[in-house]
């Protein structure tokens, strides 16, 4: 029999330890009849050829390689090239002889370690046995790689997502149009049912690499199958991070990138981590743990599989955060820093091996570099409100520019309170900038410090622009028109705290001390920008006085209400409620007071030539005036005519 021996595999180098020798052979004397006639001196009867006897174990071992050697060679792959090339041993038609091609791997060690003992030396049974071995493993090494290779899409982990995800968009609404429920129904179950059938082939093409993994490294034969296994598995990673849209960047890359492509990239990065590491990362580690017992094979396939990956995926988000600092980049850096943070029980969980230190350390890393990044843009956006130096007045004392902006960047930066906790933790306001003590709503716990100085943070941002708009309110040079814009701005900031999460950082105590200066600055407006028009008018609206005194306080008050409404009638008050109230104020204050004069003096004014030229306005005119005021545009009123109100006076008597 012609034997080979190509020393690879558990027991390749098996003749190199242990020398083979023939079996002993057990001489048996045999007893001969002695006749009557024959010499007592006669020479001893000759010996029977000793004849070898086989011991019960050694004849069981052998029949072991008897029985293996039929089921290995109708699947040897050299000898029985057409069957055994297009069929495999586990397939279901062929799932039995599977399991018993195992076992009759297992007879063969068994049968190599007997025969390889000194006592039970034979060296062609131990020849043959090694033979067979070769073969089997050929055998499953092409199994192995058939099922990792034709179970792509069972044993890949973004497949199964993919078909989540699928689930996920037919059990919901689109944005533009709507599903039908029972379609959507359908759909789901179809999903439903597709997702379990990938499921239980993947369970099943699992159970036969661990047989095979198990049966090979048992063997010997380790290193083959951890080869084929981080080639084939590897591939299929890179694949999946590069249709995620995950690439490898240059910090030269990054800083040249327009800002546009830029934050494309971050936004398509923080959906792929959650899938890389949720999905595949950890899909690649249940199926190591799971095909693999030994933990050294384990270790070693996902390190391979997954680290340069996993390095180059959390490497991007450090090359964003050194990049180039401003405002715009601040909610995206945020992102980044949220992503990571939210996945690092996961990534500490997924990559503990030793050998993925690196992964851990590199995410850690990220970490504290974004938060750097995002101090820095803190301070920097601080620096810019208060370095602002613009001269241009917002018309009509409304909103100013640097209001609406500071105020919506302030408020989406309220939606990262938990991270932003984390992040300013350990970052207290310096000392020159401290707040007033009644400047924070007295119920905040000032002993918990990552929340205390989180909050401190917001107020002082929102105190350095109210500061800010006491300096843009100075340049009007019209004082009651700066009262009225300040009125606008600090109820556009109470308001936009007040529909934010900045409710809950600031508090309640601190809005209402902000609506009270509202308040103020109403009043401040009202008695500056309306003092003449009242003034002209008599303490005592009904008291009796002459006809001259009367048509001189007419006089003095139609030039009044006519140069305050001229005046006013271009500024706004942004606020419909705001507005209302400011009318309903004014019309209070001017409007009774006129009627009653208006009312007492009408029968001596009706008799009175010129009458349009002195009664201007009836009472009712003065509301419709009025109501016409803070829509920031030249209007002249929706108040009766001159004309209309002397024939109101005449008709009346």
């Known amino acids: 029999m012609k ?8 027991f390749r180098n098996i003749f190199s330890s242990h020398s083979i020798s023939q079996d002993n052979s057990i001489s048996k004397s045999s007893t001969h009849s002695v006749s009557s006639s ?17 011991t019960f174990s050694e004849s069981m ?17 050299e000898t029985n090239t057409g069957f055994a090339a297009a069929s495999s041993l586990f397939y279901d038609d062929h799932r039995k002889e599977a399991k018993d091609f195992i076992s009759c791997v297992k007879d063969l060690q068994r049968a ?42 069972r044993l890949d982990p973004e497949s199964i997502s993919g078909h989540g995800s699928e689930k996920s968009r037919c059990s919901t609404s689109s944005y533009d149009e709507e599903v039908d429920q029972s379609s959507d129904e359908d759909e789901i179950q179809r999903v439903s049912n597709s997702i379990n059938e990938v499921e239980q082939v993947g369970t099943v093409a699992m159970n036969d690499l661990k047989m095979i993994s198990d049966c090979m490294i048992s063997s010997g034969y380790g290193k083959e199958i951890v080869r084929i296994y981080k080639i084939i598995r590897k591939s299929i990673v890179d694949e999946s991070l590069y ?25 398509n990065w923080v959906y792929a981590v959650k899938i890389a590491v949720k999905t595949l990362f950890l899909g690649e580690r249940i199926l190591c743990d799971y095909v693999f017992s030994s933990e050294t094979s384990r270790e070693s396939c996902f390190t391979a599989i997954t680290k340069d990956s996993a390095l180059e995926l959390f490497q991007f988000t450090e090359l964003v955060a050194k990049g180039k600092k401003s405002p715009e980049k601040m909610f995206r850096i945020l992102d980044l820093y949220d992503a990571i943070s939210e996945l690092w029980p996961e ?15 590199q995410a850690v890393s990220s970490l504290l570099k974004l938060g750097e990044a995002v101090r820095a843009m803190l301070t920097d956006f601080e620096a810019a409100i208060q370095k602002d130096s613009s001269k241009a007045l917002a018309p009509g004392g409304g909103i100013h520019p640097l209001t609406r902006y500071v105020m919506n960047y302030v408020c989406f930066l309220s939606d990262y309170t938990v991270i932003l906790s984390d992040i300013v933790a350990n970052w207290p ?28 943070r917001f107020a002082w941002l929102v105190l350095v622009l109210l500061c800010k708009l006491d300096g843009k309110a100075a340049l009007y040079k019209n004082v009651p028109l700066s009262y009225l814009f300040l009125a606008n701005n600090l109820n556009y900031v109470v308001s936009k705290v007040r529909g934010s ?59 009044a209400f006519e140069t305050v409404y001229r005046t006013q009638s271009s500024w706004v008050v942004t606020d419909s409620k705001l507005r209302d109230e400011i009318k309903v104020s004014i019309c209070k204050k001017v409007v009774p007071v006129y009627r009653e004069f208006y009312d007492t003096n009408r029968a001596a004014l009706s008799r009175e030539r010129n009458v349009e030229a002195l009664v201007r306005y009836s009472p009712d005119d003065l509301m419709n005036y009025l109501s016409d005021l803070f829509y920031g545009m030249k209007v002249s009123g929706s108040g009766t005519s001159t004309a209309n109100s002397s024939r109101h006076f005449s008709s009346s008597h």
Not at 65 to 75: F, H, P, R, S, Y
């Open 347 to 361: 990534i500490e969980s997924i990559f503990s091996y030793k050998s993925m230190s690196n992964v851990r350390t």
């Open 243 to 267: 249709k995620l849209g995950v690439e490898r960047l240059t910090p030269t890359q990054i800083n040249k990138m327009d800002w546009e492509m830029l934050d494309f990239k971050i936004k």
């Open 3 to 10: 034997t080979t021996n190509k020393n690879k595999g558990g």
């Open 38 to 54: 024959s010499s007592p001196y006669s020479s001893p009867p000759p010996s029977c050829p000793s004849t070898p006897i086989h």
């Open 112 to 153: 190599m370690r007997f025969f390889i003992l000194p006592d039970n030396s034979n060296s062609v049974l131990l020849i043959r046995s090694q033979n067979l071995m070769e073969t089997a493993m050929k055998r499953l090494q092409k199994e192995f790689y058939q099922i990792l290779s034709t179970n792509r899409d």
């Open 501 to 559: 999460n900045l409710r809950f950082l600031l508090g309640e105590e601190w809005i209402s001390r902000r609506e009270l200066t509202v308040k103020q600055y109403t009043i401040n407006y009202e008695r500056m920008g309306w003092s003449k028009v009242l003034s002209s008018l008599p303490t005592n609206p009904t008291a009796s006085i002459s006809l001259e005194a009367t048509k001189e306080c007419l006089s003095s008050f139609n030039t």
């Open 429 to 456: 306001l310096p000392e020159h900038t401290s707040l007033p003590e009644s400047y924070l709503d007295s119920s905040l716990d000032a002993e918990d410090d990552s929340t205390f100085t989180m909050v401190a």
């Open 61 to 77: 071992m052998e029949e072991n390689i008897d029985n293996a050697e039929i089921l290995i060679t109708k699947w040897n792959l």
